[in-house]
């Protein structure tokens, strides 16, 4: 007969090792909370992974002509997250790799780009400027594009890197769990006899079928928005730009990664990738195409090869015609808290307001470590573009 582990008494528990749970669960650790971070696959995997690592000022999202609230809301969290790569923040991510240090807006000539300056600076600041063609660099220029360049003062992050430093320094307290326990957490917690103040639930897509099985889920609404992003592999330079058209979402956003063979990936989200996920690869490949024989005529792309990634995007329901949230979303059980980031971007805000949540509740760090050598160490997942089926067009 398995024999049952002593009993643990801990302050925190949290279900789910993407960007959302990973930052709350480091900023409680270094705060000095005992907490277990649980996941049922491997770190980062799912959306997290997917995301295209761009820390957003909101500027992408004011294309329209106006200022939306989730631009002013985004546009404070480029600073929260250069804090934290500094060293400075509640998280530490001064290990974390940075990609670039701005993505850019390549704007066609004539698409609306004097109401765009005027609108994004008066709410963004002043951080947001064109820059001049002469400024350009030699990759840019060299692609035949003509308009406008502007400088969004938006980091483009290594997220595998994040991930790790994030994770690093706590292993110990990060833990595998299978997909059955995972199903049905609270009985898991049982059995391993450990008892927590506080349980989060941060695994977006599995979060709301939870709820139901503890009959939390009264009241709560998510919404699906699903995409199939691009990739391509043996892009010609480093390139992180949002292909600006006449809507409010790009015509393509392009961020540049490596595979571990070192390869250059160009992994292509925007308009490009908002269709079903189980839609027809190929519709991405043309429209990505078609997007770059509009925008950088000059590069040849013949001996690319191509893959994409399909993604179920869950989160908290919008009130603004079914378009995301513009915070992150919180949905409260008796004992539990069921989380959405909304966006990479966001994962300091939503930490912000569980701890909010926590010290409403009066539970404070108890400055302990238990220990959980018992259960299984949970694995790093890899990034999209090393376990994907490139093909050749």
């Known amino acids: ?36 971070l649980l ?47 500094d060293g400075k923040g509640n998280v530490d991510l001064s290990q974390a790799q940075v990609n670039a240090q701005s993505q850019h807006l390549m704007i066609p000539p004539g698409f609306f780009g004097g109401l765009t300056k005027i609108v994004t600076q008066k709410a963004l600041g002043e951080s947001v400027r064109s820059v001049p063609q002469k400024e350009w660099s030699a990759d840019v220029q060299s692609t035949g594009f003509k308009g ?8 483009v992050l290594d997220v595998p890197s994040v991930l790790r430093a994030l994770a690093t320094p706590y292993m110990d307290c990060i833990k595998k769990i299978g997909h059955e326990e995972a199903d049905a957490p609270f009985d898991f917690l049982k059995k391993q006899n450990i008892t927590a103040k506080q349980i989060i639930f941060t695994s977006a897509k599995s979060n709301h079928n939870i709820a139901q099985y503890a009959d939390e889920a009264n009241g709560l609404e998510t919404q699906h928005r699903p995409l199939l992003q691009g990739m391509l592999r043996g892009a010609p330079f480093d390139l992180f730009a949002h292909l600006v058209g006449k809507t409010d979402k790009p015509v393509a956003s392009i961020t540049t990664h490596k595979t571990e063979n070192g390869e250059r990936v160009w992994y292509l989200g925007g308009g ?53 949230p513009d915070t992150p979303t919180i949905h409260h059980g008796e004992n539990a808290l069921y989380c959405w980031p909304t966006k990479l971007t966001f994962a300091p805000l939503l930490y912000d307001m569980i701890q909010v949540d926590l010290d409403k509740k009066g539970i404070s760090p108890s400055c302990t470590s238990s220990d959980f ?19 050749k067009l």
């Open 39 to 85: 996941e049922r696959d491997e770190i980062g995997c799912g959306q997290t992974l997917a995301s295209q690592g761009i820390i957003h000022s909101g500027l992408k999202f004011s294309l329209a002509g106006k200022v939306s609230s989730l631009a002013k809301t985004i546009s404070a969290m480029p600073d929260r997250w250069r804090e934290a790569l």
């Open 272 to 324: 490009v990738a908002e269709r079903a996920k189980d839609a027809n690869p190929d519709d991405v490949y043309r429209n990505a195409l078609a997007a770059f024989k509009s925008y950088l005529p000059q590069i040849d792309f013949s001996d690319a090869v191509w893959a994409t990634l399909p993604i179920d995007r869950v989160e908290g329901k919008s009130n603004t015609d079914g378009w995301m």
């Open 148 to 155: 406008s360049v502007i400088f969004m003062n938006e980091p």
């Open 373 to 391: 050598s018992d259960l299984p160490q949970a694995a790093f997942a890899k990034p999209p573009w090393d376990k994907c089926d490139w093909v």
């Open 1 to 36: 007969m398995e024999k049952s582990p002593k009993g643990r008494n801990i302050d925190v528990v949290i279900f789910g090792a993407g960007i959302a749970g990973l930052w709350t669960f480091h900023a409680l650790k270094k705060r000095g909370y005992d907490v277990l």
